[in-house]
């Protein structure tokens, strides 16, 4: 997700006002900003950034430092939960980790940018309405009318960006690999109890993306008769 965390941090702002909002946007995003540093230390890897582990204690541990600052716990709850709404927000538009070695879900909303750009951008309206009928009326000034409007432009060129130079790296691969052992499941004969004739049933056994289980996955598939 885009320009959703960005309305969740808004969200926040509104139901927390004494919470800076800056902090707020930093710790909505802050797993991507672990993959953007990861990546330019060369050492890509998404469970260290978006999985579910890894986004508990990231929260946790930002949690428990604004506490102890401020010592207001319900400001700190509410950033420990801007934290952890990054995970669900990125489950309905890509694929994300789970836990060392678990496996790739979500729901690939990113494959249909049409319906991306309407989810993100209601959500960016509704969370905005939300922070705006926060402010004192004083503070309510028509130039904060440019943030709703903003980010839905953003969100606009992302996802035209996804729909025409296609996913990202990561997302792309893993989307083709599940596609790739749907069509397996359905057509190669397996040795794997219960057949996965679904593809949900494909997405429990694991994709061939993830490395801990491609090698178990090429030794039970029954040999291709030429």
């Known amino acids: ?30 797993p991507d900003c672990i993959e953007v540093i990861a990546d330019a230390l ?3 890897n998404r469970e260290l950034s978006h999985s579910l ?16 600052a401020t010592r207001v716990a319900a ?5 420990w939960l801007a934290y952890v709404s990054h995970w669900p927000a ?41 922070y705006w009928q926060s402010l004192p009326a004083g503070r309510r000034r028509p130039t904060l009318l440019f943030v709703p409007l903003g980010l839905i432009a953003l969100q606009l060129v992302f996802d035209a960006t996804q729909r025409f ?20 499941c359905r057509t190669v004969p ?10 949900a049933a494909c997405l ?5 993306s993830d490395s801990t289980q491609s090698e178990s996955w090429q030794m039970r598939e029954a040999p291709v008769v030429s």
């Open 75 to 79: 400001d700190a709850a509410v950033v």
């Open 42 to 44: 060369g050492r890509h």
């Open 190 to 199: 397996s040795t794997l109890h219960p057949p996965p004739y679904s593809f």
């Open 90 to 130: 990125d489950y309905i538009t890509g694929l994300k980790p789970t836990w060392p070695s678990g496996p790739m879900v979500g729901l690939l909303l990113y494959t249909r940018p049409v319906a991306d750009a309407c989810l993100e951008s209601t959500l960016v309206v509704l969370c905005w309405l939300a």
């Open 1 to 30: 997700m885009f320009a959703g965390h960005a309305a969740v941090a808004l969200f926040s702002k509104a139901n927390r006002p004494r919470v800076p909002l800056v902090l707020l946007v930093v710790v909505a995003f802050a």
């Open 204 to 208: 429990l056994q694991g994709s061939p």
């Open 53 to 68: 582990v890894s986004v508990g204690i990231g929260a946790t541990i930002v949690a428990l430092v604004y506490w102890v």
């Open 165 to 184: 130079g296609g996913l990202s790296r990561f997302d792309a691969i893993a989307a083709r690999s599940l596609s790739a052992f749907e069509g397996e």
